[in-house]
């Protein structure tokens, strides 16, 4: 676990768990009820059905569109990684400005 970028404070966390379970997961965040940006571990699951706000990682949702496009040559795939390659020059035109301007700007 760890803070943003643009978070006040830098922390990170290793939570060391025996396995995947959710359980794990759960133990950790506790009462918790932020926002948390992740991959589709299925042990978030009870926590995002418990309030806490599941954020998707772009990074891996950019790998399903480069997987599909790399092995199927898929045209659409390709459009995706523009779009999100699009995105990604936003975030480091606006990684300097203040919070409300880069979401103006977002």
Same mark, same amino acid.
């Given at each position: 676990y760890a803070t943003t970028a643009f978070a006040g404070i830098s922390a990170v966390v290793y939570d060391f768990s025996? #396995? $995947? %379970? #959710? !359980?794990y997961a759960r133990n950790f965040l506790g009462d918790w009820k932020g926002k948390l940006v992740c991959d589709d571990y299925g042990g978030y699951k009870a926590s995002f059905a418990l309030g806490v706000? !599941?954020?998707g990682c772009m990074t891996h949702a950019r790998r399903k569109f480069y997987d599909l496009h790399v092995t199927k040559? %898929?045209?659409l795939a390709e459009q995706a990684l523009r779009y999100i390659a699009a995105l990604y020059e936003v975030e480091r035109e606006v990684r300097?400005? !203040?919070p409300d301007v $880069? $979401? $103006?700007i977002r």
């Open positions: 025996p #396995g $995947r %379970s #959710g !359980e706000t !599941e954020i040559k %898929s045209v300097d400005l !203040e $880069r $979401r $103006r």
